[in-house]
């Protein structure tokens, strides 16, 4: 993840992203909407939304969900983080059709950018490739890879017709970035189509579509083997124990359950702008938590159960100075990787119990938001609950909030 910027000092904050994720997953086959199937334990919108939900990238993520489905709305929801507005929107039967929902859900964007959640490994440097177009002027903008086979045209009896000269030919990825405006007017005179992408519809509409360079990781999850590609390219971006563990992990997940404990204390912000994120939840118009991170106490200390429990570290052996990619990253977020990690390491989450002590916020009216938010992320029950301190303490004094956190494990089987 890029450094984050404040979106309002940057174009990020005229840009908005759409996620497509309203598909069904027909050609994978898994047996429920392609957007809900793991990957590394989590859905594989849960890694799409990890890169595409940057401030530095845009100020709005609208994801397009399964129309009648809820099953993706906790990954929705847990995706938010600082600077960046996450909305679920229903999709349509087509692709042409979610893209559309999306669009009207954020009638103020001047620049979109249009991504497939099956894309799950896309990079944050394609996001900047093609916004960087965009800012550059380009109206209309696709990642492409050059082609490795030569491709034949053919009519409907699979008889050849032409051969393309395959210099000039190239495969097109997401996010593809549009201007606004010419993006809605393209898809209003298409409606009811079912073009594949929506550089087609701007080609067809007279827009000059420029191709900036594509990458291998950001290839479509569509069949099983795609899937397999994407767990065996996942375990390769992961960095090896030299680089992340400075303490040894257990050679094997040995002997029976494992509980670890965690503890997280954060002071609320003296800056009365600071957004409150705890229990990977955002709550309006509360006083926010101070940090370098997003001050998610709740989520913190169960990483820090999780690692406890596994003996692989602490959070900051994990997501500490040396590892930049994670500066600013939300409570969510690291909770999500923290899980992956122990899962690495040899072990099944059981459960993940956490409790905070604090005079606010008010937590009981969305404690089942907050437990159905954090147990899509680990892909485990996570419940958490909440106490004041009857005024004793940094807690009581309003001063903060503290969080402990229990995690236990098992070994995989
Ligand atoms: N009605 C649809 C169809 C597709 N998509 C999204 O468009 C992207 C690219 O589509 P594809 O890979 O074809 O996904 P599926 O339609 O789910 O797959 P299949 O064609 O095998 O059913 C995916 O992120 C998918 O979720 C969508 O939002 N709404
Ligand atoms: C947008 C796209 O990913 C570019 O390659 C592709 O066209 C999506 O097509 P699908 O038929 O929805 O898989």
Redesign the pocket.
Known sequence: MSTPQPASTSSAARTAII??????????GAGA???LVPLAGRPLLAH?LDVAVDPALAATVVV?T?PGDDRLDATVAAAARPGVNVIGVQ?????Q???AAGLAAVPEARRVLVH????SLTSTAQFERVAGALAAGAVAVVPGLAVVDTIKLVDRQGRVTSTPERSRLRAVQTPQGFDASLLRRAHASAAGGDV?DDAGLMEAAGAIVQVVEGEERAF???HPRDLERAERLLAELRPGPDEVFDVEAPAAAPGGPRIGLGIDVHAFSEDEGTELWLAGLHWPGERGLSGHSDGDAVAHAACDALFSAAGIGDLGTHFGTSRPEYAGASGARLLGEACRLVREAGFEIENISVQFVGNRPKFSPRRAEADAALSAVAGAPVSVIATTSDGLGFEGEGAGISARAVALLRPAR
Not at 20 to 25: D, E, H, K, S, T
Not at 91 to 95: A, N
Not at 116 to 119: G, Y
């Open positions: 996620v497509v994720a309203a598909g069904q997953g027909t050609r994978l909407p392609k957007a799409a397009v399964p999709g349509g039967e087509t692709r059709a979610s893209v497939d959640a099956a894309r594949s479509k999850i569509t």
